[in-house]
């Protein structure tokens, strides 16, 4: 068995019972700001006709991906990847710039106004790392939500993984989340993931600013090749200056 | 002086939120509310703790409802940060639901009262003064005194909800001499333990979900109205493969993890109960020669049903005969692994006695109440006491006065415990059988949880003297003349809590906020006003704890580290046959006592009254985010609130061309309300449903003042003669759009 | 390979003279720029991940970080030093020495005819072929260029640079500020290091110009230096010696200053 942990989440629909206990636990143990959230509880509503009728209910985060659009949107790498798979962002490093809001499928990140930074479920890493389960999870009055290493095949995540087929939330973007859900999602969301486009600034630096300045700087420096060449050729004479 | 009229800071609760927001962040409590901060209170609003509190775990226990928790509190600088289940509590298996974990948001609530207030001017109108401790606990008890000596104490009315220090505050009132104690309790169970107390002798079976293979909920809307371990245990019950069956009119959450919904017409429950114990009797589907061991009442059971045909029940509930027939044979198949739950809030009907008679006989065909170890209900529970100790108290004084609840002299049946609230509130605007003069209040908002607001305030304009123990300043407090701040449950000690083979202690986390104090200190120290020290001899509220655990000699310190501790002395052994305390010492089917009082002796159809054609049933019930009319204002539960909204269902709705975010005109006989629509399939076309616990009208309250409207404005007061419940769905309303 | 001419003993006579080219403000400010530049393009390039934004290998981000202890004191370093960089610019510009720097941008960074025909003659010059360079005055046609590319730089360095130090205070609905001052900032540096490379070649190591390496240091050239390459500031500058002369010759003091270093520095 590997040492690395490879962190995810697994899902259960059938459990989760929309009583949001994790958007509290999440709110609390981060002090999210007021009308934003790190974590949801999705559902298309009531669907049917009376007296026929379903709901589901699909928690929903950060889907934590192998393959993090976010990840490479950002500039710094103040969003990164822990070696345990949890992606985070480093407030101290994030400039608030939005690049990696706008890079993610799934919608999972927002704004932090007043400290200017990114923000979205970290996977509650402080709980993590002092052996906690993430907030969310230790509280889930149905036992809807699952935390654990996928490496390890004894883990609760693992055996749930093997004891049900999973599906993932992909459509025509696969970045390879880690959030697994025991049963199948109903489509029509917003936030399941949907490809994005570069904003204009981010276009413009990659289309216009680097090959630019990559000319500018190459040109000089094949000028002043030239010119030393020139200057080893021709040697200088000491009464020049 | 405060005016909570003038006051700048009634904001709305958008930007209230903001604030709340800060709050979080760091901001002191106190100095966001309407009070300006004393020296005494330290510049963050938090003083401190020395030692182990600080920058520590604490153990406690939860009270954002009574299901009590056990929680750690996570302390950093002497503020609560993060609030999370104890796992080694039955009831919390290491998580809090959305209430539980928004706790602290109640203790950092900047409405919070946070020093004596004296009422300023008229009643109701929102003044108050700040008053020491000294000065409004003298006014009380000379107030309550005076009462007394003028007109007997009885006419001091006394009421509060369930807790854990009730136990001093029945001292307070028992001590002082009134027979008038006012619960939550009418409003809520009383259908339910008094049906169960007949028939097996205990207020509420206890259930087994792991040995539950079909549950049947009959308005039990455990995914909402939730008890963490209980429903945890269900879904945990579901996902193992048990079939769930959900009689409820609405689509509730627990209806959308159902295998099978049925929306039932209003106040019928009783008859489908009863056709199922038709089919399961006369087609000899229970194991009868086991149950007549344990039963009365089983041999003349087919006769006295012999009328309630699923066809029958067909014609009264809506559900087709086939529907009715197959789940009484379904639930019979499961034999004891199948379980009809008791309910809780059964304050339905005046007929939900009988249905509640109904369940528990259809429980105890099927033997589920008679296999201790294999059944999936439990009669014989551990008794609470458990041996411990308890300060020592004279006698109480004998009461001569008839209670203003009419029980039991006019409600013979109703347990003396659970009393009839809303009964004592026509009794002060009657004046009959003789006027109240006092009012008691502790941790209760009877102006919203009372059917008929405008008739509870009228009865609150009646008396000389009105006092509530409170932590906020909600609507019974608005109406008082003096409000005495409790410290939040996360501030104070309790007596102690037993459960399931543990002693549990709430102890303070932080140090009170202003000057709020435990219920332990405010009744002693008015105990010892009103001359009745005596029933207070306890130096302060570790003592009293101290003295609960000496017969037991458990230590405190370790309580006190550990939150709880194992009750010592030999496990109980769960008696191998099954024990019922009634009566015969058997499951009463047929109950002797209610045949003597004058009521059927066996579970026996009640038609409820109907609505008119224009006429809709109007439901409430329970949203997982908060616990009645008490939690509204948690500024964090304000943010994972959906809008309290009216149901109505679609096809009335296309009728009366009324659109979701409509505002619409709903009148019952009592009152009317404006309230916006939500438009859903989830519900029966002859019924609307109003979210619950909306409408304050406190200005202190700035969450929740004004948000939605309250069910209290349109609720008519009728009470079932058996039990003494309120009858909550029996008031019939129309609705109409308001031209925009 | 000069096109004027002068006898050797000229050439000798003129290198032993030394003029005094750069004021002590220019010099200090010069190599604090140098230093700051060496130490915010190093950080800046470290502080850039993503590949497609990222000219120098993932080593050298690796190494930074290490170094500092991580992206954000990084950051935290070429923010502050970034703003110190800024500060002591503008300050030295504006206030510091102002006396020497707002005349010296008014007279010497603006282009004349003369320039026009250098920097044709110069790129003749560069690629080999015959050319003749008009008497320049003491900042060449190259240099005043590459001073308007670093002026405009500067400017767009410092804004964007401030718009991201100082991101949090922004609010949400002028985000696009700062995502467009990652690539302004970006661009600006690409421009100005492009020429920085002609600058450092320059002064560096090309011999013609080695003087104006030294000059850096010393604030003092050889009159044959200025004289090839400087020839009517080297005109302005003797008649502002010679004016002196004739002034002390006269028997008057020349004003408040007998120094004739103070007075050049002052006039020229």
Known sequence: MSNVKRYGFVIDPARCIDCRACLVACRAQWQVPTGKTRIWVHTNGVQGEYPTLSQQFVPFQCQHCTDAPCITACPTGATYRREDGLVMIDEEACIGCGLCINACPYEARFLNEEKGVAEKCNGCYTRVDRGELPACVATCVGGARLFGDLNDPESEVSKAIQSKPVTRLINDVDTQPNVFYLQPVEANNPSWPHAKEPTPAETFWQKVAVPGTKLAIGAAVLGQAIAFAKQLWGGESEFEE | MIDYNKSPNLVTRRNFLKMAGLAAAGVAAGQMGLFKVSPAVAADGVDHLPGPLSDAVVPSLCEMCVWRCGLLAKVTDGRIVKLDGNPASSHSLGKLCARGQSGFMTTYDPDRVLFPLIRVGERGGGRFRRATWEEALDVTAEKMLAIKDQYGPEAMVFSSTHNLSQVQFENLLNGFGSPNYGTQRSLCFNAMVTAFLLTYGVEEPARNYANADYILLTGRNLMEAISTSETFHLTEAISRGAKLVVLDPRFTKTAAKAHEWIPIRPGTDLAFHLALIHVIVTEQLGDCDFVKQYTVGCEELPQAIAEYTPAWAAAITGVPAETIDRIAREFASHGHKSMAHPGWRTSNFINSFQTERAIATLNAIVGNILKPDEGCLIANGASEAAGLGKPPQPPYPRIGALRLDGVPWQYPLVPLKLGIFQNIRDAILTGQPYQAHGWFIARQNPILSIPDRPKTIEAFHKMDFIVDVDILMNDTAWYADVVLPEASYLERYDPLHVLDGKIWLRQPTIQPLGEAKSALWIYKQLGERLGLGDYFQYADEEDYIRQQLAPLGVSFEELKQNGYVELPGPAKERPAEPVFNTPSGKVEIYSAALANAGFPGFPTWDAPPEPAANEFYLLTGKVAQHTQMATQNNPYLAQVTDDPRLWLNASVAAEKSIHTGDTVLVTSPIGSAEVEALVTQAIRPDCLYLTPGFGHRSKGLRTAYNWGVSDSDLHVTYTDPVSGGQALSQTFVTVEKIPA | ?268
């Open chain 3, 1 to 268: 390979m000069s096109t004027i001419h002068l006898s050797l003993a000229e050439r000798k006579r003129l290198k032993d003279k030394t003029l005094t080219k750069h004021h002590v403000a220019n010099i200090l400010t010069h190599w604090f720029n140098a230093i700051s530049w060496g130490f915010l393009l190093a950080t800046g390039l470290a502080i850039l991940a993503r590949r497609v934004y990222q000219p120098v290998p993932a080593a050298w981000s690796d190494l930074l970080r290490n170094l500092f202890g991580g992206l954000a004191p990084l950051i935290k370093w070429h923010e502050t030093w970034g703003m110190l960089w800024a500060f002591v610019l503008i300050f030295n510009v504006s206030l510091g020495f102002r006396k020497y720097f707002l005349p010296f941008g008014a007279r010497r960074m603006m282009l004349n005819k003369d320039d026009l025909v250098w920097l044709q003659q110069y790129g003749r010059k560069l690629v080999g072929l015959k050319y003749k360079l008009p008497d320049q005055d003491d900042y060449n046609a190259g240099q005043k260029m590459f001073s308007y590319v670093v002026v405009g730089g500067v400017i767009a360095i410092i804004l964007s640079g401030l718009i991201m130090t100082f991101s949090h205070l922004i609010p949400l609905s002028l985000r696009w500020l700062i995502q467009w001052a990652m690539p302004v900032h970006f661009t600006a540096v690409g421009l100005v290091v492009a020429g920085l490379v002609i600058h450092i070649y320059m002064g560096a190591i090309f011999p013609e110009e080695r003087q104006a390496f030294f000059s850096m240091f010393s604030g003092k050239v050889n009159a044959l230096y200025a004289y090839l390459h400087h020839r009517k500031w080297y005109d302005r500058y003797l008649a502002a010696e010679r004016n002196w002369e004739a002034e002390q010759a006269a028997g008057e003091t020349a004003g408040p200053t007998d120094d004739l270093d103070a007075l050049l520095e002052r006039e020229v």
